[in-house]
């Protein structure tokens, strides 16, 4: 069973940065796709980026390319979010997911953190 748990999350103005922490335990970290995720209240949960287990490809949606940037450490079994030139629509909160398969963590992920709240106030 693998346990995710993310930090890093508050409130900050618009234009600043903040960045997110996801760190996993019970897996073997390389061998899982990572991924962010944000919802918002009374919406779908929307995908934001993905890094695959060797840290090589990435892949982010529209709205954060060029702002936010997926990391990892596999030595700490952690996977980071930065947030830069953050705006009032980033408000959401943020959830990390893994899985095994790349291509359809995006889709499916199996496995979730609990989420962290981050608010853009404008």
């Known amino acids: ?55 090589i490809l990435t892949q982010y949606t529209d709205s954060v390319r060029g702002r936010f940037t997926i990391s990892r450490d596999n030595a700490e079994n952690t996977v980071y979010l930065q947030m830069d030139s953050l705006k009032s629509e980033d408000t959401a909160t943020y959830y990390c997911a893994l899985d095994p398969k790349y291509y359809n963590i995006r889709y499916a992920a199996g496995y979730w953190g609990q989420g962290t709240r981050v608010t853009v106030s404008s």
């Open 1 to 55: 069973q693998v346990l995710l748990v993310e930090s890093g999350g508050g409130l900050v103005q618009a234009g600043g940065s903040l960045r997110l922490s996801c760190v996993a335990s019970g897996g073997s970290f390389t061998d899982y796709a990572a991924a962010w995720f944000r919802q918002v209240p009374g919406r779908e949960r929307e995908f934001v980026a993905i890094i695959s287990g060797n840290g």
